[in-house]
């Protein structure tokens, strides 16, 4: 296993598109995480599954965001009409829920809006 | 909810000097801590983690850090960086009975300076 995988790396859009991330986690792992970070500051939480459920989301999460996990497996991040402050870089993490402890975090996806 | 307070958004260091970078915490529940690092355009790799037991905990790259509850404090410490120790480090927390999400300081950029 190669660790989390996140596509693709980088993404430019004009604004009022549609864009679509995905994240494969470490593959025995049943959570995984979205967040978001613009630059200067830590990772925002936005939403978790565990398994296929998606259990929390942020107050962040507008509904221009949607997340699906359909097989417990990969992940993707949907965002809809795309606005000028959705840039930033999208991390994907995951971790193995019984054990509990740190989550293994992907390279990201930055998104320019333009 | 949890939160982390990063108070030093940037430290310079010169090359082999010690370091420390502070992280204090907020919480009503029993938590996790974690550092990270974080160098540019990657995603984040795990420094170390405190769980439970010896408050000291050592983790890669020679970084160690330690769990203070008094003082609510994890602070990280090196005793001789590096010029490849220049990243942002970001200090985070998780609830232990849960560990639904983690939550994140702002960061702090370590500058080495040969």
């Known amino acids: 296993d190669t660790g989390v995988s996140q596509n693709p790396r980088h993404k430019i859009t004009k604004r009022g598109q549609n864009v679509t991330f995905r994240c494969d986690p470490i593959?025995?792992?049943?959570?995984l995480y979205w967040y978001r970070q613009t630059l200067g500051q830590g990772p925002e939480f936005l939403t978790y599954?565990?398994?296929?459920?998606?259990?929390?989301k942020s107050r962040l999460l507008s509904d221009r965001f949607s997340a699906e996990r359909p097989k417990g497996s990969f992940s993707t991040l949907e965002i809809q009409r795309t606005e000028q402050g959705d840039s930033a870089m999208y991390l994907c993490?995951?971790?193995?829920?019984?054990?509990?402890?740190?989550?293994?975090f992907g390279q990201g996806t930055r998104l320019t809006v333009v | 909810a949890q939160s982390v307070t990063q108070l030093d958004s940037q430290v310079p260091v010169f090359e082999e000097a010690p370091v420390e970078l502070r992280c204090n915490y907020s919480?009503?529940?029993?938590?996790?801590l974690f550092w990270y690092v974080q160098y540019p355009n990657q995603g984040l790799q795990l420094l170390l983690k405190?769980?439970?037991?010896?408050?000291l905990v050592k983790g890669i790259n020679g970084f160690e850090a330690e769990f203070n509850k008094s003082q609510t404090s994890f602070h990280l410490r090196k005793p001789s960086v590096h010029i490849s120790d220049t990243a942002e480090y970001f200090c985070?927390?998780?609830?232990?009975?849960?560990?639904?999400?983690?939550?994140f300081g702002t960061g702090t950029s370590l500058t080495v300076i040969p």
């Open positions: 919480s009503s529940v029993s938590v996790y």
């Open positions: 405190y769980l439970s037991g010896s408050t």
């Open positions: 599954f565990q398994n296929e459920a998606q259990l929390e």
């Open positions: 993490a995951s971790s193995f829920a019984q054990s509990n402890t740190e989550a293994f």
């Open positions: 985070a927390v998780s609830d232990a009975n849960t560990g639904n999400q983690f939550y």
């Open positions: 593959s025995e792992h049943n959570r």
